[in-house]
């Protein structure tokens, strides 16, 4: 049954050095065992009864992740490289953390080079030196948000330059942490070094606080972000029913996917309304927001409303800029929002109390919660496996509750994106008891709820 996507893992060559992580290849014996190569997962896991039979390629399947009884570096020759890109996220410290202590308590790799302010610092233009890692330094960097290493936007397209720095570096592995465009950008980086002939392994650990890199069952950090969006969340609640005509707003983050939006939605409780990109929605009209809005102000004196950054940007003006990671730049669909509101109720002689709360930098900059900070360990450790191993070309995802190496080409082919047919959409709308659809087409209704 062959799928539409290759899950087949590059390697640099046969791994012929003994590990020198001592495990078991004996099943039911009480001790940890090492992960075969030959050890895959299905990534679909619907299935059809009426079909007797499967069968699979290789390339149809995921491959484990973990530490393997034979690896291709000797540790003692390897130099590392880590570097971090694009915007913060809760966990990137427990990340760099993990690889480091994995690197040198299980292999012994003692030479790890951290690279600082992202793709940049492999630029010769910016003279930045690297950060020496050790246990020593990286021991208490997860108790502090951020990056040690420091973040920057763009450079990843300068592959030749960057290839020449790791050249010159003699390093032996770069492990990227970063989104898609990081991961780009390291395919990039992996396809030049494979074109000169260098033995140099690129692994990532894709870090996303949208959840939107494809094939990534979570993202770390994301379960920070809805954490500590449902406290804005429950403070813009506690704004609104305070006073008459109480609207709580609350700006998200979600460029093109809504995840933090609907699992803060679903974790709450308390809001009414949410926006995200994949469900369009009008202003007015009478299947519009603020004809439902109006409504339920009337009926229940507050109402809270979500929106995800991305969200309505055909209701804004369309900005035509990047950014240094070759984005769009977003119209700001919140402050329309927060103006549009107001005057809305202020042309009807209605009263209402706008209160307008965006949370995004608080929540990038934060700590990982425990659950978040655990995982990132578990993805920093599995990083330092694959790499030893000789696997490149690859990050390191969760699916179906099982660490696989996942090909950088396919982790960047689509986005994710909340699926407005999907249980999870279903079950936001039955907590927000939002329409359907607001908007005023053949399949908007003009119901209220």
């Known amino acids: 049954m062959a799928g539409p996507y290759d899950f087949t893992v590059p390697t640099l060559g046969e791994s012929k050095i003994p590990s020198p992580i001592a495990l078991s290849t004996v099943r039911g014996d009480s001790i940890a065992n090492y992960v075969r190569d030959d050890e895959y997962i299905l990534h679909g896991i619907e299935v059809d009864p009426r079909r007797k039979s499967f069968s699979f390629e290789e390339k149809d399947l995921l491959q484990v992740a973990g530490p393997r009884e034979r690896i291709y570096f000797n540790p003692g020759h390897v130099h590392v490289g880590i570097v971090t890109c694009g915007g913060l996220c809760p966990g990137i410290n427990d990340v760099i953390r993990a690889i480091v202590r994995s690197l040198w308590l299980s292999y012994g790799v003692h030479r790890i080079s951290g690279i600082q302010f992202g793709y940049r610092g492999l630029l010769p233009e910016y003279k930045m030196p690297t950060l020496d890692l050790n246990v020593d330094v990286v021991d208490d960097i997860h108790k502090v948000g951020g990056s040690v290493l420091g973040t920057s936007r763009g450079g990843g397209e300068r592959t030749v330059d960057i290839v020449d720095s790791i050249e010159r570096m003699n390093l032996n592995i770069l492990f990227t942490i970063g989104g898609d465009g990081t991961q780009k950008g390291a395919l990039k980086i992996a396809e030049e070094i494979q074109r000169r002939g260098l033995k140099i392994a690129v692994v990532g650990v894709p870090k996303t606080i949208d959840n939107d890199l494809s094939f990534i069952q979570k993202s770390f950090g994301f379960e920070t972000a809805v954490s500590l969006a449902s406290h804005a969340v429950s403070s ?214």
Not at 257 to 275: D, M
Not at 285 to 312: C, D, Q, T, W
Not at 426 to 449: C, F, H, I, Y
């Open 236 to 449: 813009a609640h506690t704004e609104a029913h305070a006073v008459i005509n109480g609207v709580g707003l609350v700006k998200l983050m979600g460029r093109e996917s809504g995840f933090i939006a609907a699992h803060t939605a679903l974790a709450v409780h308390e809001a009414n309304y949410v926006l995200i990109p994949e469900v369009p929605f009008e202003l007015e009209g009478p299947n519009g927001l603020l004809f439902h809005l109006e409504s339920r102000l009337k009926r229940r004196n507050h109402a809270v409303i979500i929106v995800a950054e991305g969200a309505g940007q055909d209701l804004v003006q369309q900005e035509t800029e990047t950014d240094a990671s070759g984005n769009r730049r977003l119209g700001d669909i919140a402050r329309l929002l927060r103006d549009r509101i107001p005057r809305h109720f202020a042309d009807r002689n209605m009263e209402v109390n706008l209160k307008y709360i965006d949370p995004s930098y608080i929540i990038r900059s934060a700590l990982a919660v425990p659950n978040d900070s655990a995982y990132c360990s578990r993805l920093g450790s599995n990083a330092v496996h694959a790499a030893m191993a000789g696997k490149t070309k690859i990050l390191i995802s969760q699916i179906n509750n099982t660490f696989v190496h996942l090909p950088i080409p396919v982790a960047v082919s689509t986005r994710n994106r909340v699926d407005p047919e999907s249980s999870l959409w279903r079950d936001v709308l039955e907590a927000t008891n939002q329409p359907v659809l607001m908007t005023n087409g053949a399949n908007g209704s003009n119901g209220v709820k």
